[in-house]
């Protein structure tokens, strides 16, 4: 092997991405509740919400980080997620994109997506409020932005605090004039 190929493998470039095949199951009987505590460090959660026939309908995780992720896909009717001070990066955002019944994502403070990461978001048709404040996406996210309130009911959308600037908030604006958007020259 040569040294390219071995420093290509070793940053993981040129590699598929993770399947997580490997992520434990719920147990038989055991409610989506107690599947979350076991499986999440309860130093991270915050809050979790079920509706009256068990199923967790809300997550509010602090500082949750990407191998916290797959296990939310056993949610079935999870519909708000909180990823507040994440440590989520780009390769966490697709163990997000896959809880398509989300109509709330909130992912104030996770300061390690890029804006790329935002591309495999789009697959959240349901989503009503998007909430970006505080992480560095930037103008370089709105195209990935765009997509996703065009895809969606995105109603309401939270720039505060993020990378995005005027001119990139003009052009979220001007695709969409109804959508409320918190941002510093929105307000």
Do not use: W
Not at 3 to 21: A, E, Q, T
Not at 23 to 37: A, C, D, Q, T
Not at 140 to 154: D, N, Q, R, T, Y
Not at 169 to 176: G, M, N, P, Q, S
């Amino acid at each position: 092997m040569g040294i390219i190929s071995g420093l290509g493998r070793y940053l993981g470039i040129g590699r598929p991405p993770v399947i997580h095949s490997d992520v434990p199951r719920p147990l038989p009987g055991e409610s989506e509740k107690n599947f979350i505590k076991r499986m999440i460090p309860k130093q991270r959660i915050v809050n979790l919400k079920a509706n009256s026939s068990g199923s967790v309908v809300s997550v509010h995780l602090f500082r949750a980080e990407d191998k916290d992720l797959p296990h939310l896909k056993y949610l079935p009717s999870i519909t708000r997620l909180v990823l507040e001070s994440g440590q989520i990066t780009d390769q966490g955002v697709p163990d997000v994109a896959v809880l398509t019944t989300l109509t709330h994502l909130d992912l104030v403070g996770c300061m390690h997506l890029t804006n790329n990461g935002l591309g495999p978001l789009v697959s959240l048709n349901q989503l009503q409020k998007l909430d970006l404040g505080g992480t560095f996406i930037g103008d370089g996210g709105v195209p990935f932005i765009i997509k996703i309130i065009a895809g969606s009911h995105v109603a309401e959308l939270d720039l505060t605090c993020s990378k995005v600037s005027h001119t990139g908030t003009e052009k979220i604006y001007a695709r969409f004039p109804g959508l409320h958007i918190h941002h510093p020259y929105y307000d």
